[in-house]
């Protein structure tokens, strides 16, 4: 499989994600539901920088039995509860992705439980 990011020369560009990914020679996707900042619990942790890392703790161990790691991420949204938290959440982001450039978009929206503050889908291949 080959991954290569695309951003257009006459469009917006960013450092830290890619406009678009383009995926060629790919076997399997692999989708995740909105996943949570929650242990077997369901207890979200407490402040944003430990949900964050959580729910991308939360996202690697799915990708874990299909035999994918993050270098297979090819899309993810985070989804935020507070427009605030859109600085932390980025630096966790690079922190969690160590410069992989992908595709990622951000929404502000009330989420089901809350107390969470972050959840993340995503779209891995291999």
Do not use: C, H, Y
């Amino acid at each position: 499989m080959e991954v290569r990011a695309i951003d257009a020369a006459d469009a917006p560009s960013s450092p830290f994600f890619a406009q678009a990914v383009e995926i060629t020679g790919a076997r399997r996707l692999l989708f995740t539901s909105g996943l949570t900042p929650t242990e077997g619990d369901w207890v979200p942790a407490e402040g944003f920088d430990a949900q964050a890392r959580l729910v991308w703790r939360n996202l690697f161990a799915q990708l874990a039995p299909a035999g994918m790691a993050p270098d297979n991420l090819v899309k993810v949204t985070v989804i935020l509860a507070d427009r605030a938290s859109r600085g932390a959440s980025a630096a966790v982001f690079d922190e969690m992705l160590a410069g992989r450039r992908i595709a990622v978009s951000t929404i502000i929206a009330g989420l089901a439980d809350p107390r969470r503050t972050i959840e993340i889908e995503a779209v891995a291949a291999d």
